[in-house]
C-alpha cells in the first residue's frame, strides 16, 4: 500500500479505508449521537451566531429558520449520505476514487485541504479572541479585513502553534479531550443563553411572566429585524434557512460523511445528525447570538464579533476555557486533515512536516479576522465548493446504473481522470460562482440548491458521452 | 469498578452544579459573580473527575 492510500486511510479513521465495513465492526445508533454533538458543538459557533445579528435577523426569521434548516440538514444526511454509507460502506475517498479516478480525487484533495485550512484558521481566531481579554491588546472589529495589532498576531501566532504542534504529533489526545469536554461544553454555551438572557431582562426592564413575554422581549430586543450593519447582506428567513441546511454542505450533500455513517449498522442512524444540529446549530448559535445582541444593546458603537470578551462578559473564566477548548479541539482535527489531504497529493513528503505547514497557513490566514467576521460567506462558499462531488457519487450509485450506463467507471476502465466527474465539478462551481459574481454576494447561501442539479445533469450527460469515447475492453466489462 | 462509579456520579453532580446556577440566574435566585465562582468550581471538578473514566472509554 502507497503513501497515499495509507494517508487516505488515515483521514477518515485509518481502518478499511479500500474495503467495506465488515458486519462485525458496524457501531450502534449511540456512537453517532455523541459524534455528532460533538463535532457540531464547536468553537465557530460562537462567531456564527453574533453574525446573525449583525446581518439584521429578526426573531422568528433566526428561530424557525432555523428549525428548518436544521431539519432538511437532518434529512440530507438520512436521505442522501446515510443510504449509500451503508450499501456501499466505503470512504467518501475511495468511493471516489472509483468514479473520478486517482489524479481526479488528488484534486478534489487539494480543494479539500485549503478548505480545512481556512476553516481551522477561522477556528485558531476564535480561540485567540480569549487571550485578548487577558493581555488586553487591541482586536479586530467587526469589518476589519487585516490584522490590526501587534498583540493580536501574536496571540494567533501563540495559539496557532500549539495547535500545528499538537496536530503534527497526532490528534489522539486533543481528540480524547474533545470527548470529556463535549458536555461540559454544550452545558456552558446554553448557559451563555440563559445568562443573556437575564440580562437583557434586567437591561430592559420587561416583565417577564410567560414564555410570550420571552418572544416579546426577543422581537423588540434581541432580533429586532433592523437593517444589517454596513456590508453586510440582509438576512430573512429563507437566509437563515439555507444557511443551517447548507452550512455542512459538504458532510451531506457533498458526502464527506460517507467515511463516517458507513459504520451504521442501519440508515436511519443518520438522524443522530439531529443532535449535533439541534445542540450546535441551534441553541449554541441563539446563545451566542443574544450574548452579541447584549453587548450591541449596552454599547451600539461595539460592533466586533468577538468569542472572547463575548463569554467572558457571561460566564467569566469558564467561558474563556470554554472559547479556548472550543476552538482548539475543533482546530486541531481540521488541521490534521488538511495535512493528510495535501501529504496524498505529494505522497512522499513526511506527514509531521505537512501538518506543520498546513498549521502555518491555517495560523497566517487566521491573522486575517475577515475570516473570522465573513465566516457566514465562508462556510457558504465552503459547502458550494464540495458539493458537486457528493451529487457525483448520488447520481453514479443511484442514477446511472438506471439510465444503462456503469457506474465507478474509473475503476472499470482504468482510467486516472474521468473527466465527465471532472466537468461536472468544474463547470457547476465556475457557473455557480459567475452567477454569484454577476448577481451578487446575497445569492451565495441558495446557489448551491440548483448546482447540485446542474452538476447531477451534466454527470449524467457527458458520462454518456465519455463511456462511449472510453469503452470497455471485454474483460473490463 | 467503584471507583469509577463514584467518579461518574461525582462528574455528573459537577454537570449539575455546572448548569443549576445558570438556571437559578435567570430565576433572579442567584447574583451573576456567584454564579461565575460556581460554574468555575464545576467546570474543575468535571475535568478532574471525568477525565479517569472518560478518558478509558474513549479507548
Known amino acids: 500500500m502507497d503513501t497515499e492510500q495509507k494517508s487516505q486511510q488515515q483521514q477518515s479513521g485509518g481502518e478499511f479505508e479500500r474495503e467495506p465495513v465488515p458486519q462485525s465492526r458496524l457501531l450502534g445508533f449511540k456512537s453517532f449521537i455523541g459524534m455528532y454533538a460533538g463535532e457540531h458543538t464547536a468553537g465557530t459557533e460562537l462567531a456564527i451566531g453574533p453574525l446573525f445579528v449583525a446581518a439584521g435577523v429578526s426573531a422568528y426569521d433566526v428561530v424557525v429558520g432555523l428549525i428548518a434548516g436544521n431539519v432538511l440538514a437532518v434529512l440530507s444526511w438520512i436521505f442522501l449520505c446515510a443510504p449509500i454509507a451503508t450499501r456501499a460502506r466505503l470512504t467518501l475517498y475511495y468511493q471516489l476514487e472509483k468514479i473520478c479516478g486517482r489524479k481526479l480525487v488528488t484534486l478534489y484533495n487539494l480543494a479539500n485541504g485549503v478548505m480545512f485550512c481556512f476553516l481551522a484558521g477561522a477556528m485558531v481566531t476564535v480561540s485567540a479572541t480569549a487571550l485578548g481579554v487577558w493581555f488586553k491588546f487591541p482586536m479586530p472589529a467587526l469589518n476589519d479585513f487585516y490584522p490590526n495589532s501587534i498583540g493580536w498576531v501574536l496571540a494567533v501566532l ?99 460523511d460517507l467515511s463516517v455513517l458507513r459504520f451504521a449498522k442501519k440508515s436511519w442512524y443518520g438522524v443522530a445528525s439531529a443532535t449535533g444540529m439541534f445542540l450546535g446549530h441551534f441553541l449554541a448559535w441563539l446563545a451566542a447570538s443574544i450574548l452579541y445582541a447584549f453587548q450591541l444593546h449596552q454599547d451600539p458603537s461595539n460592533t466586533s464579533v468577538l468569542p472572547g470578551p463575548l463569554a467572558y462578559q457571561a460566564v467569566g473564566l469558564t467561558g ?21 489531504a495535501f501529504q496524498a497529493i505529494i505522497p512522499r513528503s513526511s506527514r509531521f512536516r505537512v501538518t506543520l505547514i498546513t498549521g502555518g497557513i491555517a495560523t497566517i490566514a ?19 465548493v464540495l458539493m458537486p462531488m457528493g451529487a457525483v457519487v448520488f447520481v453514479d450509485f443511484w442514477l446511472i446504473p438506471k439510465l444503462g450506463l456503469r457506474g465507478s467507471y474509473a475503476e472499470l476502465s482504468g482510467r486516472p481522470c474521468n473527466w465527465a466527474a471532472g466537468a461536472a465539478w468544474i463547470v457547476t462551481l465556475a457557473v455557480c460562482l459567475g452567477i454569484v459574481f454577476i448577481v451578487g454576494n446575497w445569492i451565495l447561501y441558495f446557489i448551491a440548491l440548483p448546482g447540485w442539479f ?19 475492453s471485454a474483460a473490463q466489462a | ?42 467546570t474543575i471538578v468535571w475535568f478532574v473527575a471525568a477525565t479517569p473514566w472518560m478518558w478509558k472509554q474513549s479507548g
Not at chain 1, 446542474?454 to 472510453?470: D, E, F, G, M
Request: proline content about 4%; some cysteine; glycine content about 6%.
Open chain 1, 158 to 256: 501563540a495559539v496557532g502553534a500549539v495547535i500545528s504542534v499538537v496536530a503534527a504529533y497526532g490528534y489522539e489526545v486533543v481528540s480524547k479531550v474533545a470527548n470529556i469536554a463535549a458536555p461540559w461544553m454544550v452545558l456552558v454555551f446554553i448557559a451563555f443563553g440563559l445568562i443573556g438572557l437575564r440580562q437583557f431582562i434586567d437591561a430592559t426592564g420587561t416583565e417577564v411572566n410567560s414564555l410570550s413575554d420571552v418572544w416579546t422581549l426577543a422581537k423588540t430586543h434581541i432580533w429586532r429585524g433592523a437593517d444589517p450593519h454596513p456590508g453586510r447582506v440582509k438576512f430573512t428567513f429563507w437566509h437563515v434557512m439555507f444557511f443551517a441546511w447548507f452550512c455542512n454542505m459538504a458532510m451531506h450533500v457533498g458526502m464527506s
Open chain 1, 366 to 384: 487566521a491573522m486575517f479576522p475577515a475570516l473570522a467576521m465573513r465566516l457566514l460567506d465562508f462556510v457558504a462558499l465552503y459547502g458550494l
Open chain 1, 454 to 472: 446542474i452538476a447531477s445533469i451534466i454527470y449524467i450527460v457527458l458520462s454518456r458521452i465519455y463511456q462511449k469515447q472510453v469503452p470497455l
Open chain 2, 1 to 42: 469498578m467503584r471507583t469509577t462509579t463514584i467518579l461518574m456520579i461525582v462528574s455528573l453532580l459537577a454537570l449539575v452544579a455546572l448548569f443549576l446556577p445558570s438556571i437559578l440566574f435567570l430565576a433572579g435566585r442567584m447574583e451573576l459573580g456567584t454564579v461565575k465562582w460556581i460554574m468555575l468550581l464545576a
Open chain 1, 320 to 340: 474563556l476555557i470554554c472559547v479556548i477548548i472550543a476552538g482548539w479541539t475543533t482546530a486541531n482535527p481540521t488541521i490534521y486533515r488538511a495535512g493528510l
